[in-house]
């Protein structure tokens, strides 16, 4: 199992650097899956994480210069680490002006990854700072648990407000409630919605339009059938949402989410190079 | 102000007290941590203030002639004063500071703008001092370098990291996180910055060593050498010896000695993590502790060290300081061979010399000193106001304890 990659170019490695960040916040833990085009940084839905499950997915080639990567067996090439991505995110906060960053798989002590990151000085010869980030080596018969989700058979489809605004909604709400919902319709009105026993606040937001989703094998004919302004909602633990907002640094090209009424809410996130999808379970 | 005003945060990382000492060349301020593995050294020269006045009152018929009044005051009531020093830059002129050594008080007074004024009164114990013993000329290694290096360098490790380990050889030098053999490598992350030796304005190694200190101590320091813009020379040995890192230049000087941990040691050491703050323990002879034992030469303090006899014959040998005649060098006055004390405890000692003065003979008027944001042209103008309000603060009631006034 080997892996080595390097980042030269700086707008790549910042925005890198901002995935990587995102997802710190997203999740203490999370899985990373190399294969030899992609990189996937994927947070299964366990208990410990509320339930919410993640799947992030890049391409190798935006972002490094030399990837190379030999995964476990020949059938099966590719590599599943498990590890804190607020380690990385340190190690590549202070790369900022970095000549280059190498991420090479070791196994010294134990399994980590190491980011060497090259920094100009004023000396000839330049700076070079290591970082080992320990890793845990996920054995193949433990990849089913890392599938990627499928889009859940959705009651509403609906792009998201601006995040910005989203996001000051959310956390000023999060102050009075541990719950919020989601409720949206297929006319491009959504609500956030809070209710305690003192006091309950809603938001609309209107003409956010609906993504159109193709309809494959009939099965989102049901949606078609949807009278147009019934609601579907899901209550949703609000620190979550807050969480994947307040993580979100880029306006991504597009943001929508999906709500099953009273089971889950998927949001799905995309930017150029890369795309997030976040699953945040319903609670009754 | 602001580098006072640094100097202040930078002993406060240290310990909760500090000494504040003026003499006749200068003012000193001084702290050492609980556990005795870090020393702060500060040194203001007269010349960095723009009125400096000190006073020496003293019986005529007592033999030792008493310089100086050291008083030890509580870092957090001292450390408001100073709070923010972005803006006491903006917005105090002046700044006095004024001591009644009758009722045991200081007086921090801010002028500000607007005709603010801000008048702090603290209460300070009458203690003696210490004063580290540390021979900088006779290390082997030296390193000097612009504060924003290092401050370039520690920005790589995390804030809660507690202790780092610099290892030199001729041929480069390396900070890195602190490891022992019991480390959970699957759980911490470690980082390592090397450099090479052209980037240090000064560079000599003797000795290839290791050694490992408490990051979070140093911290102040660099603060506060940055705000002097002067460049840092450490100073060290091998493992076990303690690293000084010091600045130097005409207004004023700064030394931290600190503790470095020694290899050899490691199953002596307590479990706790090297920079907890340890109680001082002044009899526990049983278990060496992870710190260096304070020597004082008060023959009644007890020695913990089971080679005390090596000790207290050592610490005996050093002539009294009764004249700091080199006010600057903090303890390079004495020259201390380094005896068989190593194996005993992990850290090397730092090695206290106690300066005991006879100050309850002696009575001592100490006027105050001025320092202020704005530039030395105005020495003239200030002339005048210096007298007014050294007599106003002389007459003043006292406040009580802590009172700011505004107008």
Not at chain 1, 105 to 123: D, F, G, I, M, Y
Not at chain 2, 356 to 385: M, N, P, R, W
Request: glycine share 4%.
């Amino acid at each position: 199992m080997r892996f080595r990659a390097k980042i030269v170019d700086l707008a790549c490695l910042n925005h890198f650097s901002r995935i990587i960040n995102t997802i710190a916040k997203l999740a203490k833990t999370c899985v990373l899956r190399l294969t030899v085009s992609k990189l996937y940084f994927i947070v299964s839905d366990k208990v410990a994480n509320g339930g919410a499950s993640m799947w992030c997915e890049l391409c190798q080639g935006n972002f490094f210069d030399e990837f190379q990567m030999e995964g476990v067996a020949a059938e099966h090439n590719e590599i599943y680490l498990e590890l804190v991505p607020e380690n990385l995110s340190r190690a590549l906060k202070t790369a900022q002006s970095a000549k280059a960053v190498k991420i090479k798989l070791t196994n010294k002590h134990c399994p980590c990854l190491r980011v060497a990151v090259e920094l100009p000085s004023l000396s000839s010869s330049s700076r070079i700072v290591t970082h080992d980030i320990p890793v845990g080596v996920i054995p193949r018969r433990m990849w089913n648990d890392f599938r990627e989700p499928s889009v859940p058979d959705f009651d509403v489809s609906i792009y998201l407000p601006v995040l910005k605004t989203m996001k000051s909604v959310v956390e000023r709400m999060k102050n009075l409630s541990n719950f919020i919902v989601i409720e949206a319709n297929l006319s491009g009105d959504m609500n956030l919605k809070i209710e305690t026993d003192l006091v309950s606040v809603t938001t609309h937001f209107k003409d956010l339009g609906n993504p159109p989703w193709a309809s494959e094998d009939g099965c989102q004919s049901s949606a078609q059938s949807r009278d147009l302004e019934s609601m579907a909602e899901a209550r949703i633990d609000i620190k979550k949402l807050q969480q994947l907002l307040a993580g979100q640094q880029v306006n991504p090209t597009k943001a929508l989410c999906n709500i099953v009424t009273k089971r889950i809410v998927h949001f799905i996130l995309l930017h150029e190079e890369v795309s997030l999808q976040y699953f945040i379970p319903a609670i009754a | 102000l602001t580098v006072f005003g640094r100097a202040i945060h930078a002993i406060a990382r240290i310990s909760d007290e500090f000494w504040f000492d003026p003499i006749e060349k200068g003012l000193a301020l001084r702290s050492v941590n609980s556990s005795r593995s870090a020393y702060a050294y500060v040194f203001f020269s007269s010349m960095f203030f723009q009125h400096y006045c000190w006073t020496a009152v003293s019986e005529p018929h007592q033999k030792e002639k008493q310089l100086s009044l050291p008083c030890k005051l509580i870092i957090k009531s001292v450390l408001p004063v100073f709070r923010c020093v972005n803006v006491l830059e903006r917005n105090v002129e002046k700044c006095s500071i004024s001591t009644n050594p009758n009722d045991h008080h200081i007086t921090f007074q801010l002028l500000c703008r607007h005709g603010v004024v801000k008048t702090y009164n603290l209460t300070f114990q009458d203690c003696d001092p210490l004063q580290a013993v540390f021979a900088k000329h006779m290390c082997p290694n030296i390193l000097k370098v612009h504060s924003r290096l290092l401050a370039d360098v520690m920005i790589h490790f995390p804030t809660s990291q507690e202790e780092i380990t610099l290892s030199v050889t001729p041929m480069k030098v390396c900070f890195k996180s602190y490891t022992e053999e019991d480390t959970d490598f699957s759980r911490t992350m470690l980082t390592e910055i090397q450099l090479s030796p052209e980037e240090f304005d000064y560079f000599q190694v003797g000795v290839d060593s290791e050694v490992t200190f408490c990051l979070k101590e140093l911290r102040g320091l660099l603060a506060f050498s940055e705000a002097t813009s002067v460049p840092v020379s450490i100073h060290f040995d091998r493992c076990g010896k303690p690293i000084a890192f010091s600045i130097e230049d005409l207004l004023l000087e700064a030394s931290f000695i600190l503790a470095t941990l020694c290899e050899a040691e490691k199953e002596a050491a307590s479990p706790e993590p090297a920079c907890c703050p340890q109680p001082w323990d002044s009899n526990a002879d049983t278990a060496p502790s992870k710190y260096p034992q304070w020597n004082g030469n008060t023959p009644s303090k007890d020695l913990a060290n089971p080679t005390s006899a090596l000790a207290k014959q050592e610490v005996k040998s050093i002539p009294r300081l009764t004249e700091r005649d080199v006010p600057g060098r903090a303890g390079a006055a004495m020259a201390e061979a380094a005896g068989g004390e190593a194996t005993e405890a992990p850290y090397q000692k730092i090695r206290y010399h106690v300066a005991s003065y006879l100050y309850k003979y002696c009575v001592f008027q100490f006027h105050s000193l001025f320092f202020g944001a704005v530039s030395y042209k105005e020495k003239e103008a200030i002339g005048d106001t210096f007298q007014s309000l050294a007599t106003a603060s002389d007459t003043e009631e006292d406040f009580g304890a802590l009172q700011s006034s505004q107008v």
